[in-house]
């Protein structure tokens, strides 16, 4: 073996040791990992009467369904007022459907059986957002979306036509 090819050797020997060696020391330390409910705030408070009011009142308005408020509190309870929001809009307020959703939320009982919302949504056909439900109901299309009053027609110069 030559000289240039020894020499070549060992600093391939040296780049892979140095690279390694980087690899290792910007590796996070492997600590205790927490449940991703308990990571954002362990005290976290069960939703106030008013919440719970806001939410049935949403559903009311938005999508004219007559929440009954123990079976609405009992949803929240279990699911937290998103969940209980979902069940309710998807359901479209029908106990029997609102059965077979908790069904399929909670599963048989064994760990990972039950379904999470957007396989629940997708399965049933609908979107697992509440945003349109809960929220303002802005309806921000591509024409009406902040920022796109000013960016012009087809019609217009600027564009070529």
Same mark, same amino acid.
């Given at each position: 073996?030559?000289?240039? &090819?020894?020499?070549?050797?060992?600093?391939?020997?040296? @780049? =892979? @040791?140095?690279?390694?060696?980087? =690899?290792?020391?910007?590796?996070?330390? &492997?600590?205790?990992?927490?449940?991703?409910? @308990?990571?954002?705030?362990?005290?976290?408070?069960?939703?106030?009467?008013?919440?719970?009011?806001?939410?049935?009142?949403?559903?009311?308005?938005?999508?004219?369904?007559?929440? *009954?408020?123990?079976?609405?509190?009992?949803?929240?309870?279990?699911?937290?007022?998103?969940?209980? =929001?979902?069940?309710?809009?998807?359901? &479209?307020? *029908?106990? &029997?459907?609102?059965?077979?959703?908790?069904?399929?939320?909670?599963?048989?009982?064994?760990?990972?059986?039950?379904?999470?919302?957007?396989?629940?949504?997708?399965?049933?056909?609908?979107?697992?957002?509440?945003?349109?439900?809960?929220?303002?109901?802005?309806?921000?299309?591509?024409?009406?979306?902040?920022?796109?009053?000013?960016?012009?027609?087809?019609?217009?110069?600027?564009?070529?036509?």
């Amino acid at each position: 073996m030559s000289r240039t &090819n020894r020499i070549a050797l060992m600093a391939a020997v040296v @780049l =892979v @040791l140095v690279v390694t060696g980087t =690899v290792f020391a910007t590796r996070a330390p &492997n600590g205790p990992t927490q449940p991703a409910q @308990l990571t954002q705030d362990e005290e976290d408070a069960p939703p106030t009467a008013d919440e719970i009011a806001h939410a049935a009142d949403r559903l009311h308005d938005k999508l004219d369904i007559t929440v *009954d408020e123990a079976a609405f509190n009992d949803l929240v309870t279990a699911y937290g007022v998103g969940g209980a =929001v979902r069940v309710m809009a998807w359901s &479209n307020g *029908d106990p &029997n459907m609102i059965t077979t959703i908790r069904g399929m939320r909670d599963g048989d009982g064994t760990e990972d059986s039950g379904m999470g919302w957007g396989k629940i949504a997708k399965d049933l056909g609908f979107s697992p957002g509440i945003g349109s439900i809960m929220g303002n109901g802005g309806g921000h299309g591509r024409d009406s979306a902040p920022g796109q009053q000013d960016r012009g027609s087809d019609d217009d110069e600027a564009s070529g036509g």
